[in-house]
């Protein structure tokens, strides 16, 4: 079963606008990650953001995590075409093996 | 993906007979996965390995067999192939968890038939 799940499922703005994407998760985890899969493609790793880790960023990327509400979001600044794609976010819940459990993801499209 | 390579990238087969889906790494990972992914599913883990001839059942592992005999690689049997296994299936790698994210193969879309 899913541990993180994604809000919304779809989403569709305006290049240079901004997205916000987020994430629910249910039990305790050691880290949060958020991963970009563009059409046929593999998942690529975006951030990763402990649990004792409030805030990110990385380039157009901003991530937040809030343990006490076990919720995240990805926030990507001055969208562009390009960033079209799906968004997931996995958590890392089992603290004797590393394994990630992904969300079903949100599909983002941004109109040029 | 430089570095994490599925073979084949396609491939059709029929009901019953037995397929193994390659995976190879080059960066001596530690960690290696199989993911299958499926329309409402999202992804969901089959099969994990923490090193070589360690390995472990994920979410969804029946009607699969993973061996793990050297580090850069990790197949995926299929026994008996079923249709309810048409999917899209990942291969990934990570180095040291908690540190860093995985990183995914390109996928095999496999279909039964």
């Known amino acids: 079963s899913q541990q993180g799940e994604e809000d919304p499922q779809a989403l569709s703005i305006q290049e240079g606008e901004n997205a916000t994407m987020n994430c629910s998760y249910k039990t305790s985890i050691n880290n949060l990650q958020w991963y970009r899969q563009n059409s046929g493609r593999g998942l690529v790793h975006l951030i990763l953001?402990?649990?004792?880790?409030r805030e990110k960023h990385s380039g157009r990327l901003r991530v937040t995590l809030d343990t006490s509400k076990k919720s995240s979001s990805l926030l990507i600044t001055a969208s562009r075409a390009a960033d079209t794609a799906s968004y997931f976010c996995?958590?890392?819940?089992?603290?004797?093996?590393?394994?990630?459990?992904f969300g079903k993801g949100i599909t983002l499209s941004v109109r040029p | 993906d430089a570095g994490i390579t599925q073979s084949p990238r396609y491939k059709i087969t029929e009901t019953g007979r037995q397929v193994t889906l390659m995976c190879h790494q080059t960066?001596?990972?530690?960690?290696m996965f199989w993911y299958r992914q499926d329309l409402g599913h999202g992804l969901r883990l089959i099969y994990y390995?923490?090193?070589?001839?360690?390995?472990d059942k994920g979410e969804v592992p029946d009607g699969y067999v993973v061996s793990r005999s050297k580090t850069e690689n990790f197949p995926l049997t299929l026994e008996s192939a079923t249709r309810s296994q048409t999917s899209v299936y990942f291969c990934a790698s990570s180095l040291d968890r908690g540190r860093a994210g995985y990183t995914f193969g390109s996928g095999t879309r496999l279909t039964v038939v």
């Open positions: 960066w001596s990972h530690s960690y």
């Open positions: 390995s923490a090193a070589a001839d360690i390995t």
């Open positions: 953001i402990r649990s004792n880790e």
């Open positions: 996995a958590t890392d819940a089992d603290r004797a093996n590393s394994k990630l459990t």
